[in-house]
């Protein structure tokens, strides 16, 4: 494969982005992959990121200006732009660490049925660097079982295939679809295409207070479990509107609604929930016993919330309140 198909497109959007955006785009400049450029596009920032982006002479930036238009159709619009064969997220709060760019074309090189590889990353809050880490599963079988009711991609950590990217319709704009663009867009590609995370940490996450994909109304819980059912009915071959379909993608997301638990007992769970994972091996052609370890884990999370819902949510904020008292007494003992 010659320089120019390797050639690897960073898309960066930004919106009132100033405070940790030169440490972003540094994070990009310094990358041991060196044949790269940095797409950098302000969505209407009303901060001083367009005096920071404007401050850098360099030739691997592309640098774009716009009226405000989202985080979806920006990132569209970078994909529009895009010179590369393979699409690399960064987002303005995020670091990513030197190898991150030349780990990831490998394995894409490597492994070229692909269409996302991700990695993992370390939880950053603000300036602080924490002890936390985002890891997800790693292998194609457990990733794309765990799909099905969860994100676990760090978005601002995945390359691309751009054909891939492109032959998909790239992010949803439909506002009833996202936000999460990134995970609605995660559910289509892995119908369709292997996936793949690193096991290596090569991106600081950052928690901030706010950021480009964060508004005062938090719309995910409802956007997740809408995404959840369709995984769900696409997996079992079934209208997404089953009541037993959206019973089991709200129990899945620790939402109990009264109606759809009526006559949704345990047993029922639990099958609909093993024919999920069958559906899932014979439609992407997966070794099932490939998805076993992923497949525990998730029936883990059902029995919990399942047990919760009996309790009308109150287990899980006991259990979350015992632990929180647990690391409290632990770090008086350490410190």
């Not at 996302?116 to 936390?132: M, P």
């Not at 009711?149 to 439909?174: A, M, Q």
Request: hydrophobic share 40%.
């Amino acid at each position: 494969m010659n320089a120019q198909a390797e050639l690897v497109s960073v898309v960066l959007p930004v919106y009132n982005g100033s405070q940790y955006l030169r440490q972003s785009i540094e994070s990009i400049l310094q990358q041991s992959y060196r044949n790269f450029e940095l797409i950098i596009i302000n969505d209407g920032s009303q901060d001083d990121s367009q005096k920071i982006i404007d401050s850098y002479n360099d030739s691997r930036i592309r640098a774009f200006e716009q009226a405000n238009i989202g985080l979806a159709a920006t990132l569209n619009k970078g994909i529009s732009l895009a010179k590369g064969r393979w699409i690399a997220r960064q987002d303005q709060d995020d670091v990513s660490f030197p190898e991150r760019l030349t780990k990831q074309v490998h394995f894409m090189n490597t492994h070229p049925a692909y269409a996302i590889v991700g990695t993992a990353a370390q939880i950053w809050v603000n300036e602080t660097k924490t002890d936390r880490f985002h890891r997800h599963p790693c292998s194609d079988p457990e990733l794309r079982a765990g799909l099905v009711f969860y994100n676990y991609f760090v978005h601002s950590s995945v390359l691309l295939d751009k054909l891939i990217l492109e032959s998909i319709g790239g992010y949803t704009t439909d506002p009833e679809r996202q936000p999460p663009e990134d995970y609605e867009l995660w559910c289509r590609i892995a119908r369709k295409h292997p996936v793949r995370n690193l096991p290596d940490v090569l991106l600081a996450y950052r928690e901030v207070s706010s950021s480009m994909s964060r508004d005062e109304k938090n719309p995910f819980p409802e956007k997740l479990i809408l995404l959840s059912a369709e995984n769900i009915a696409w997996a079992l071959g079934v209208s997404v509107e089953l009541n037993e379909v959206q019973a089991l993608a709200n129990v899945m997301h620790r939402v109990y609604p009264p109606k759809l638990m009526r006559g949704f007992g345990w047993s029922k769970a639990r099958n609909l929930f093993d024919q999920v994972i069958f559906g899932l091996a014979l439609k992407t052609g997966l070794d099932q016993g490939q998805m076993q370890s992923q497949q525990a884990q998730l029936l883990k999370l059902l029995r919990l919330n399942y047990l919760d819902s009996l309790t009308g949510g109150r287990l899980n904020q006991m259990l979350f309140g015992k632990l929180r008292t647990r690391l409290k007494q632990f770090l008086k003992v350490i410190s």
